[in-house]
């Protein structure tokens, strides 16, 4: 399959048929607005941001396994050299969503949101995992939209970028705050998938899985439940307070305290047994978490 590369906003616009960007750095595209869009086919790789709108009406969005909390659309997140479009749902750059905000990185330079903008996981997550807004959501997120739409219409002056930089940040704020709630609302499923999640760890780290293959990953942990391993990590951590990286270790200490205590294993066949390569790593991470070496956790048992 062909992948098309836009190293500029300028070129996503091109490609799509839509006249030059106002300013070459941000472009803020309202679908209803726009009679015909053709994206070209195939997927695509922006060189800068993407945040847009759906409505559930414009568009064929998939959440999760067919798990939706509410019916008034969502927000799609897509950060520089990710590939989106092919089968996750994602038409392409700009496809039929109502709103669709593209920012080149450059844009942020010399803002403390350059920096800030990289701790929101869910520019990381697939398209099906997208933020789905109730009512009242829609109408906060249509409504920065909105206020981003007239200040980059307007003549741009010299508080033009700092305006438009804080309605991002507020964007980006109000995401994380909806992206916590959705881990909420979907606390039933999740609690399921956590219930998965250490079905699958126990029966790796019990029956040699871990010799053969290693420790586990985060993203072998996220392909057993069909997430991203950002999604996963910032749906565990919302929940339980532990991300996945964590939730691997405390499984793995878990184990090599039952091991320790009920078995003459040295160290080391320990360490090996799950799946550590080195018995020094494995020392380290069962000080750090339990605050005493292998060697004196088992004395202190005994």
Same mark, same amino acid.
């Given at each position: 399959?062909?992948?098309?590369?836009?190293?500029?906003?300028?070129?996503?616009?091109?490609?799509?048929?839509?006249?030059?960007?106002?300013?070459?750095?941000?472009?803020?595209?309202?679908?209803?607005?726009?009679?015909?869009?053709?994206?070209?086919?195939?997927?695509?790789?922006?060189?800068?941001?993407?945040?847009?709108?759906?409505? #559930?009406?414009?568009?064929?969005?998939?959440?999760?396994?067919?798990?939706?909390?509410?019916?008034?659309?969502?927000?799609?997140?897509?950060?520089?050299?990710?590939?989106i479009g092919s089968d996750e749902g994602?038409?392409?750059?700009?496809?039929?969503?109502?709103?669709?905000?593209?920012?080149?990185?450059?844009?942020?330079?010399?803002?403390?949101?350059?920096?800030?903008?990289?701790?929101?996981?869910?520019?990381?997550?697939?398209?099906?995992?997208?933020?789905?807004?109730?009512?009242?959501?829609?109408?906060?997120v249509i409504s920065i939209f909105k206020?981003?739409?007239?200040?980059?219409?307007?003549?741009?002056?010299?508080?033009?970028?700092?305006?438009?930089?804080?309605?991002?940040?507020?964007?980006?704020?109000?995401?994380?705050?909806?992206?916590?709630?959705?881990?909420?609302?979907?606390?039933?499923?999740?609690?399921?998938?956590?219930?998965?999640?250490?079905?699958?760890?126990?029966?790796?780290?019990?029956?040699?899985?871990?010799?053969?293959?290693?420790?586990?990953?985060?993203?072998?942990?996220?392909?057993?439940?069909?997430?991203?391993?950002?999604?996963?990590?910032?749906?565990?951590?919302?929940?339980?307070?532990?991300?996945?990286?964590? #939730?691997?270790?405390?499984?793995?200490?878990?184990?090599?305290?039952?091991?320790?205590?009920?078995?003459?294993?040295?160290?080391?066949?320990?360490?090996?047994?799950?799946?550590?390569?080195?018995?020094?790593?494995?020392?380290?991470?069962?000080?750090?978490?339990?605050?005493?070496?292998?060697?004196?956790?088992?004395?202190?048992?005994?």
């Amino acid at each position: 399959m062909y992948i098309h590369k836009f190293d500029s906003i300028s070129d996503a616009h091109r490609a799509f048929g839509l006249p030059e960007p106002q300013h070459p750095l941000i472009s803020l595209i309202n679908g209803a607005k726009i009679s015909n869009i053709n994206p070209p086919s195939g997927t695509h790789v922006l060189h800068f941001y993407k945040i847009s709108y759906k409505s #559930v009406q414009s568009g064929r969005l998939r959440y999760g396994p067919d798990y939706y909390d509410f019916h008034e659309g969502g927000l799609l997140f897509a950060s520089p050299n990710q590939i989106i479009g092919s089968d996750e749902g994602d038409n392409g750059a700009l496809d039929c969503s109502l709103y669709t905000l593209l920012i080149h990185p450059d844009f942020f330079l010399g803002h403390p949101l350059s920096q800030e903008i990289r701790r929101y996981g869910f520019f990381s997550y697939s398209t099906k995992e997208a933020l789905h807004l109730s009512q009242e959501e829609k109408d906060t997120v249509i409504s920065i939209f909105k206020m981003m739409e007239t200040e980059l219409n307007n003549r741009i002056d010299d508080f033009s970028q700092d305006v438009i930089i804080a309605q991002i940040a507020l964007l980006l704020n109000f995401a994380d705050r909806f992206y916590k709630r959705q881990f909420i609302t979907r606390k039933a499923i999740n609690n399921d998938i956590i219930q998965k999640l250490e079905t699958y760890l126990d029966d790796y780290l019990s029956n040699d899985k871990s010799l053969n293959n290693g420790i586990p990953t985060v993203k072998s942990l996220a392909d057993q439940v069909n997430l991203s391993p950002s999604y996963l990590s910032d749906m565990l951590r919302s929940l339980t307070g532990r991300n996945a990286q964590q #939730v691997i270790h405390d499984k793995l200490i878990e184990k090599a305290k039952e091991k320790l205590s009920t078995t003459e294993l040295t160290v080391s066949e320990i360490a090996y047994e799950l799946g550590f390569e080195y018995s020094q790593s494995f020392s380290r991470l069962f000080k750090n978490k339990t605050e005493m070496s292998p060697v004196e956790f088992r004395a202190g048992f005994n």
